[in-house]
């Protein structure tokens, strides 16, 4: 066998693993949310307890292969640090998490395959990129938008026959109180978080500038997010049971999210762009949702509904076409240079936002 061939699939092969990994975690991630958060756990506890793990994780990375010595850290950089924080996991995961309880996981990973498209829509409104209609890459991108956008209105405004995978049992070791159920309000919180994400996709474009270390920021991101957590947390409920940790699956849950969910999937995400490019881990964006989906199905119960499947499926199409239209403005030689850099800017920069993986806040 060819060498160079066999050298190929091999590297193509830990890509694909690494982004199965990265799916597999956003799934772990999602499931063992949605149990804990039925239960009642404070929100806030969860995400400061969570961030404080993550930013433990990141900190090696950081010491050994960024030098922060470079870097003058002054009242400009703590600004944004803390916009970034504020914007990328404060308000997006704690929307989404409040989201994901007044619904269901499927639903909710839904709306991670949306932040792409908020995205590209708050980047037309602000002027940092274009339509480009007059091309055919244009108007597939736009397509993909307006598909993506029916998808999340069928799936939340049409329900359908509900089916299960599974029959009911009561001596299921995992159930799932839905006490919380509120699909309205659920639906405006995970729009909030897109939006939300969304915004921080141009927070963090702003704080690279200023304080280009990566691993550096996602440390020192994560660890303002626990302190903005921590303090509004304690706003809303200041019991100590609200804030006390036990051996049980909320334990559990706050390290696997902070250091698989959050840590690991940075790393992955982050070598996989400087392999394959920017528009490579949102491919592999939807396999989330059938992940969670199925999962939800086969192990918490849940009923899975035509208007679910169908949003799925439109959701699915439209993220693909809108990233095959990415694609093809990046390499098409047609672009004038200052719009085809504008196109490149905002590829490099849209994987963070493309299903909350590589923001340190999801």
Known sequence: MDMGLLKKWFKWSKLVLAMLMVQIFVTG??????????????????????????????????????????????????????????????????????????????????FLNLIPIATFVLSIITRIDKLNLQTRAGKVKTLGVIVCVGGALTASLYKGKAFHMRQHSHHSHITVNTTYAHWTRGTIMLAGSCLSCSTWFIVQAK???????????????????????????????????????????????????????????????????????????????????????????????????IGTLLGMILIMFGLYSFLWGKREEMKSPDLPKSEARGVAKTNVELPAATGLQLSPGC
């Open 29 to 110: 991630m999602q499931l063992l949310s949605k149990v804990i958060l039925s239960e009642g756990t404070f929100i806030f506890a969860l995400m400061a307890y969570r961030h404080i793990v993550a930013a433990i994780c990141v900190a090696p990375f950081a010491f050994f292969f960024e030098s922060v010595k470079q870097i003058k850290l002054g009242w400009s950089v703590w600004f944004w640090l803390f916009v970034n924080a504020l914007t990328g996991i404060t308000s997006t995961m704690g929307l989404f998490y409040y989201g994901l309880r007044d619904t269901t996981p499927t639903y909710a990973t839904n």
């Open 207 to 305: 704080l690279l500038k200023i304080f280009p270390l990566k691993y550096w920021a996602t440390m020192l991101t994560c660890i303002m997010a626990t302190l903005q957590s921590t303090v509004i947390g304690l706003f809303f409920d200041r019991r100590a049971a609200s804030w006390r940790l036990g051996w049980n699956l909320q334990l559990v849950t706050i390290i696997y999210s902070g250091a698989l969910a959050t840590a690991a999937t940075f790393c992955l995400i982050s070598w996989a762009i400087s392999v394959q490019g920017p528009l490579y881990p949102p491919m592999f964006n939807p396999l989330s949702l059938i992940f969670v989906a199925l999962s939800s199905a086969l192990i918490l119960g849940e009923e899975i509904r």
